[in-house]
């Protein structure tokens, strides 16, 4: 079956630091991915996505690109802020007895510090 | 676009009661889906809907749990004779078949307390 593995958290870091959160997928096809950012109480809200190999999704500065060579989703950002404090979910999507199923990774838990 | 709504957001209750949660979709979209998150998790699916029919179900989903979607609007995921483990924060998703990646917007979720 399908299957997404991401990096154990928590992450903690600096204002302003390198954000690298790694996420592995494991999937027959070609499946979408994606990136789910949860902040607390709340539900997930869709972050950034790539439908096919070599694609790059970007948000709010958040970058990740699909590797098919490597089966990976890295997210990334170049500078974080206390407001990216939230867990981050990798998910893919493919198609499942006619329609998209999603599986989720286990969540990574960011936290900044000022 | 309202986003997908969930009611209610906080849900306490005893052991062996039944509790009903609503989700209301984004208006356009004919698929819904309910998963469950517990504490360190990922969301788990549930079921989803087509419309009104409910096309497929998890093996997650037991015998006390039921899930409608009476006119392919909203719909209700209930649970019979609470267990504390179902405490679990359960979410909604809707999505429109043919849609950009076939991507789910998520409610906020409703967190139900089992005592």
């Given amino acids: 079956g399908n299957s997404v593995t991401q990096m154990e958290g928590p992450v903690t870091l600096s ?25 607390p109480g ?10 096919k190999a070599d694609d790059k999704g970007s948000n709010k500065g958040f970058e990740a690109t699909y590797r098919k060579e490597t089966t990976s989703f890295h997210l990334e950002k170049g500078s974080v802020q ?16 006619g329609y998209q199923k999603v599986t989720f990774g286990t969540g990574t838990k960011l936290q900044v510090i000022p | ?11 306490i209750t005893k052991r062996g009661q039944n509790v009903t949660f609503r989700c209301d979709p984004i208006s356009e979209h004919n698929r819904l889906y309910w998963y469950r998150q517990t504490l360190g998790q990922g969301p788990e699916f ?19 749990f039921s899930a409608e979607r009476p006119k392919g609007s909203f719909s209700t995921l209930e649970i019979q004779r609470t267990e504390q483990g179902d405490s679990a924060m359960y979410l909604c998703a809707s999505s429109l078949v043919g849609g950009p990646s076939y991507e789910q917007y998520f409610g906020p979720g409703t967190r139900l307390t089992v005592t």
Avoid: M
């Fill in chain 1, 15 to 39: 204002e302003e630091a390198f954000l690298t959160i790694n996420c592995t997928y494991t999937a027959t096809g070609y499946p979408s991915l994606f990136w789910y950012v949860q902040y």
């Fill in chain 2, 46 to 64: 549930l079921t989803y809907f087509q419309n009104e029919a409910q096309l497929e179900k998890s093996r997650l989903l037991s015998d006390r």
């Fill in chain 2, 1 to 11: 676009d309202t986003g997908v709504s969930q009611d209610p957001r906080h849900k």
């Fill in chain 1, 42 to 51: 709340e539900g997930l809200q869709l972050l950034l996505k790539a439908t």
């Fill in chain 1, 82 to 97: 206390v407001s990216d404090s939230a867990v981050y979910f990798c998910a893919l999507s493919a198609n499942s007895g």
